[in-house]
């Protein structure tokens, strides 16, 4: 039988489906007592709207896989990072096309207004260029702003750093 | 596969075809929401639903931008908005509910109460105006917001810690999407300047209710759990004056409306326009009550 974190491990987000759960970062734990599976996950934002379906998704890949009981739960604290995803993750978004997000900005105290566009250097994930530029920082999914490449003038998406 | 008819084919008991229909509508399922201790319950509940009903009541009317936003982009910016808040108002109608202690869910808070129940400042209710009027009320809203939320990473109370640094990360992009449009607006052209002067003067006369403590948000906050969002004013009149230095904007002046003796929106005190937004939120619930899907 395969073991219960590598059945959730495989299980894909469903927005970004050429990431699992676990490049995400969004996969927590995974625990196994009494032939019952806990799983917990993190939301990356609050309105999220693929939450119900990664519980789903993941209580349906665990039955499918033999585990009878299975529970899913939130945590909250700490909250979703960019960080968290994956190196193997980064690779297969740009691969996908996507731009990988950069570091998280990290502070402590009141959040400085930002009046400019973000400081960010993104490359082109079709021509590796780095002359590009923001078109709109709300994308497709709340997790991702929209750039364009100067240098083959085609638009991409970005994962944005939070 | 096949089936003779439609009900066969949904009655099926095979359920790993189905996006829907597991259970799973708590979003604080597995989250401890013991309340703390030497808090009640009761106020714990209602301070969340202050909270919770800003966000929900407020995305409501980002939401009615849809199909009517200036550009595809910005029309995309609103609607992650008005989704983030969303999320927001879940989680804290449902922190609401658990910490009341009976069975009362986020769709209870949301679809069956009546007006006078809703506890959101009255900023979040008035009905939508033009692209000016959006972009002055995002900014008082959201700078308001992220500064209670900022403070509200250290509660007591580590449900609405936690939802509050996750928020943080949020409103952090509204309140800068919302700023850099302010000055673009002001510094623009002669008719943009005059659409977000416009707007600032109409949402101005909305903002000292936002620092007015409720006696639940007082008390909570001695204990810990709670802002006091009068606590948050400095923080709020320095933001808000960055962004209309940039925008060469005034400051504007315009006098408080008030609440009905002393009662305004924390109170359930509200204007003319939250009767037809609950109208339009609550009318496919309560005409199905029971139904799921």
């Known amino acids: 039988m395969v073991t219960a974190q590598a059945v959730a491990a495989r299980v894909t987000d469903p927005e970004l489906p050429m990431l699992t759960l676990a490049d995400l970062g969004v996969l927590r734990e995974v625990s196994e007592k009494d032939g019952k599976v806990v799983v917990a996950?993190?939301?990356?934002?609050?309105?999220?709207?693929?939450?119900?379906?990664?519980?789903?998704?993941?209580?349906?890949?665990?039955?499918?896989?033999?585990?009878?009981?299975?529970?899913?739960?939130?945590?909250?604290?700490?909250?979703w990072s960019s960080d968290w995803i994956t190196e193997d993750g980064r690779r297969k978004l740009a691969e996908a096309g996507i731009s990988p997000p950069g570091a998280a900005p990290r502070r402590s105290g009141p959040v400085p207004l930002t009046l400019g566009p973000p400081a960010r250097r993104v490359r082109c994930p079709h021509c590796g260029s780095a002359e590009t530029e923001l078109l709109s920082e709300f994308g497709a999914t709340a997790c991702k702003a929209l750039h364009r490449c100067r240098a083959c003038r085609e638009p991409f998406e970005h994962v944005k750093e939070i | 596969?096949?089936?003779?008819?439609?009900?066969?084919?949904?009655?099926?008991?095979?359920?790993?075809?189905?996006?829907?229909?597991?259970?799973?509508?708590?979003?604080?399922?597995?989250?401890?929401?013991?309340?703390?201790?030497?808090?009640?319950?009761?106020?714990?509940?209602?301070?969340?639903?202050?909270?919770?009903?800003?966000?929900?009541?407020?995305?409501?009317?980002?939401?009615?931008?849809?199909?009517?936003?200036?550009?595809?982009?910005?029309?995309?910016?609103?609607?992650?908005?008005?989704?983030?808040?969303?999320?927001?108002a879940r989680l804290l109608l449902a922190r609401a509910g658990k910490a009341e202690g009976g069975d009362r869910g986020e769709d209870h808070y949301a679809f069956f109460r009546a007006e006078h129940e809703f506890r959101n400042v009255r900023l979040a209710e008035l009905p939508r105006g033009d692209f000016g009027e959006l972009i002055a009320r995002l900014l008082v809203f959201s700078t308001w917001r992220l500064a209670l939320f900022q403070r509200l990473t250290e509660s007591r109370d580590p449900v609405l810690a936690a939802i509050a640094a996750k928020g943080v990360k949020e409103l952090t992009y509204h309140r800068d999407y919302a700023a850099q449009w302010a000055v673009r607006l002001g510094?623009?052209?002669?008719?943009?300047?005059?659409?977000?002067?416009?707007?600032?003067?109409?949402?101005?006369?909305?903002?000292?209710?936002?620092?007015?403590?409720?006696?639940?948000?007082?008390?909570?906050?001695?204990?810990?759990?709670?802002?006091?969002?009068?606590?948050?004013?400095?923080?709020?009149?320095?933001?808000?004056?960055?962004?209309?230095?940039?925008?060469?904007?005034?400051?504007?002046?315009?006098?408080?409306?008030?609440?009905?003796?002393?009662?305004?929106?924390?109170a359930g005190v509200h204007t003319e326009g939250m009767g037809y937004l609950l109208a339009e939120l609550q009318s496919v619930a309560r005409a199905h009550p029971e139904a799921t899907w």
């Open chain 2, 187 to 266: 510094d623009g052209t002669e008719y943009s300047r005059e659409r977000i002067t416009e707007g600032l003067a109409s949402v101005w006369p909305y903002t000292d209710e936002l620092f007015t403590p409720h006696p639940v948000e007082l008390r909570l906050g001695e204990a810990g759990v709670a802002v006091d969002p009068s606590a948050a004013r400095a923080e709020f009149d320095d933001v808000l004056g960055q962004v209309l230095r940039a925008a060469t904007l005034d400051t504007p002046e315009a006098p408080a409306i008030p609440g009905v003796a002393g009662r305004a929106g924390r």
């Open chain 1, 41 to 79: 996950i993190t939301p990356t934002y609050s309105g999220c709207p693929a939450m119900d379906t990664m519980r789903d998704d993941l209580v349906h890949a665990l039955r499918g896989a033999g585990y009878a009981e299975v529970e899913v739960r939130t945590v909250l604290r700490p909250a």
């Open chain 2, 1 to 88: 596969m096949s089936f003779d008819n439609a009900y066969e084919a949904i009655t099926e008991e095979n359920d790993s075809r189905w996006a829907f229909g597991t259970g799973f509508e708590d979003p604080l399922s597995g989250v401890d929401t013991t309340v703390p201790s030497g808090v009640e319950g009761a106020d714990l509940a209602a301070y969340c639903l202050m909270l919770g009903d800003d966000a929900l009541i407020f995305s409501h009317r980002l939401q009615e931008w849809c199909t009517n936003a200036p550009e595809l982009e910005d029309e995309v910016a609103i609607a992650n908005i008005g989704l983030d808040l969303l999320g927001q």
